[in-house]
């Protein structure tokens, strides 16, 4: 504020001042008989001298509120990048010799095969029945008990022939379902079965074996 009433006071005494000068020229004027040519430079000079009061300095405008900004964020430096990359190792490879080829297995030969034996001098036989089968089990032959209870059947058998012809083994090989049919076929079968005994290559009598079957029917009267 003072500067404000120190800055008016001189410009109150520079307006005095100019206020004497124009009574100093009009009355220099009046006295040279100029006062109408005074009169139009004093209001010329008047019109030219424009008094203004002196305003106070405007006061700056005060500054803008700070924004609360955000930190920048933070960024973590990058890793620090080593160029210190291990040579790379050479490693010398040596190379096997090449590998014989094994030499080939020579087999030895295979032996002779063994002549072949000779001919036999006679063809053998099986045994061969004397006789008609058909008479080795009759009518007569039949179990009386089989006869009263009309049992009927076939019966299958095999014997064993030795070397004299006789029979020396019977077995059953089919059953006619009766059990005193079948005990009645080996029966007759080893009391009256001849045979003629079978032959070797050689023509000498050896064991042979003979399959037949006995129908057991009941006659008729």
Not at 6 to 11: D, I, K, R, T, Y
Not at 39 to 62: G, L, M, R, Y
Request: charged share 20%; net charge neutral.
């Amino acid at each position: 504020m003072a500067y404000a009433d120190q800055q008016m006071s001189g410009n109150k005494i520079t307006a005095l001042i100019i206020v004497a000068i124009l009574h100093v020229v009009v009355g220099y004027a009046l006295v040279s008989g100029l006062a109408y040519s005074a009169f139009k430079k004093v209001k010329e000079v008047t019109s030219a001298v424009k008094i203004e009061e002196d305003k106070p300095p405007e006061e700056p405008p005060p500054p803008p509120p700070k924004q609360d900004t955000p930190p920048p964020p933070i960024v973590a430096p990058p890793p620090p990048i080593s160029f210190n990359a291990p040579a790379p190792q050479v490693q010398a490879v040596t190379t096997p010799p090449p590998v014989a080829a094994p030499a080939p297995v020579v087999l030895p030969p295979a032996p002779a095969a063994p002549p072949p034996p000779p001919p036999p001098r006679f063809q053998p036989k099986g045994a061969a029945p004397k006789g008609n089968p058909g008479s080795w089990a009759t009518s007569n032959d039949y179990p009386s008990r089989a006869l009263r209870e009309e049992r009927e059947g076939v019966t299958g058998f095999r014997v064993t022939v030795g070397t004299d012809g006789k029979v020396v083994d019977c077995q059953i090989t089919k059953s006619s379902g009766s059990p005193d049919l079948d005990e009645a076929t080996c029966a007759n079968v080893r009391r009256r079965a001849r045979f003629n005994p079978a032959t070797d290559g050689e023509g000498n009598p050896t064991t042979g074996s003979y399959a037949n079957s006995i129908r057991w029917v009941i006659p008729k009267d």
